[in-house]
């Protein structure tokens, strides 16, 4: 069961924490807590930074391992986490709880059958298994089963304004975003229409709770800055998932949209010629 949605039972959540409200229209749904890994998961956030650094990063031309205990960093110009053909300015590593059952599938806009199998089993990656019991002791209601951890190298890298794709999200549950140094970024809301209507430096260590309710009302983002002025940073945001596929289907549908790229390939370069 995912975080109730009672009044009651949100109050008494919240108010186990000192908190701020960037959209004070949105009280209840979103909130941040500064030093929230420091103060209440007793973590370093610039030290679980370098613990994300220490995994490989996958080069470009491999394809994604299948195995589960073969981790790495995704880079922005992999072909599978590419959107629209376009590489994107940050690199990730996923992970989720229950592997066995099968992918806990976060379909992002622009997700492929190609990065399925970049989500590991997070008892593989030591960094996310610490805050995940960590922050079961802490949190039990949330629930969370699935992370991504993403590194902004500099102040190039950086996440457009959107909302969660929220089809795979537990309804009335909350996503999280736990913010990692060295490096403090901009963290943006804004309305549906992409009007900023809030912004604030978030120092590595702050936690933001935003309820599914929220995330369907605005939008959030990470700005591109200056990168002389702004270096490494990143976050690991958690989410309640109830999508799951067998990995028997998974490589069945990864398959079948490899052939129906290549043969786009192909017809591609039938024209050409
Ligand atoms: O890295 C962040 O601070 C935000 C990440 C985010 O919005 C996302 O991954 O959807």
Known sequence: MALASSQDEQHHFSDRYEKSYPVPSMKDDVFIVDNFLQKHLEEDPTELMHEFLEIPEQLESESISTDPATVCIIPGSNPALKYRG????????????????????YRYSGWQWAIANATKPIENI???ERIRRKLENVLPELEHNHYIATMYKNGNDS????????KDIQPDSWIMVFKLGPSARLFQFADLDGTIIAEQRLAPGAAIFMSTKANARIKHGVPK???TEVGLSGSIVTRAITTVIPWDEVRKRRALAEKHKASRKRKRELKDT
């Open 86 to 105: 376009n590489s994107i300015n940050r690199h990730k590593i996923w992970a989720q709880k229950d592997y066995r059952d099968g992918l806990r599938a």
């Open 126 to 128: 030591p960094f996310l």
């Open 159 to 166: 996440i457009g304004l959107h909302s969660d794709k929220d």
């Open 225 to 227: 800055e200056s990168s």
